[in-house]
């Protein structure tokens, strides 16, 4: 399964910037599909994730302002980010996980996202 993420830039604050991520290859289901995140120095964090049913998870710095969606025809996952400030600043990382067992996990190669004041 190969991952390719789209979408990261420079944006000043308060500007949006929009995440894609389509998933390719050996993939049978998707069961959940998302958005971590890493800062410098700081642990890789989930941002937001959407399952094939159920709710999304929104990490609570980011309620409100980001927006995740998925289309389960052509694989691919978007994040809509709003209102963005420099504590958005951060790689991101695409991520699914497969409906099989044991479950399988896949991350993209990164996004660089910069906010600047």
């Known amino acids: 399964v190969q991952l390719q993420a789209y979408g990261g830039g420079l944006v000043q604050a308060g500007g949006s910037l929009r995440l894609s991520c389509a998933a390719s290859?050996?993939?049978?289901?998707?069961?959940?599909m998302g958005w971590y995140r890493e800062a410098p120095g700081e642990q890789r964090e989930l941002v937001a994730a959407i399952p094939r049913a159920g709710s999304t998870n929104y990490a609570d710095s980011v309620k409100g302002r980001f927006t995740i969606s998925r289309d389960n025809d052509k694989n691919t996952v978007t994040l809509q980010m709003n209102s963005l400030g420099p504590e958005d600043t951060a790689v991101y990382y695409c991520?699914?996980?497969?409906?099989?067992?044991?479950?399988?996990?896949?991350w993209g190669q990164g996004t660089q996202v910069t906010v600047s004041s």
């Open positions: 290859g050996s993939i049978f289901v998707i069961n959940v």
């Open positions: 991520y699914v996980k497969l409906a099989t067992f044991p479950a399988r996990e896949y």
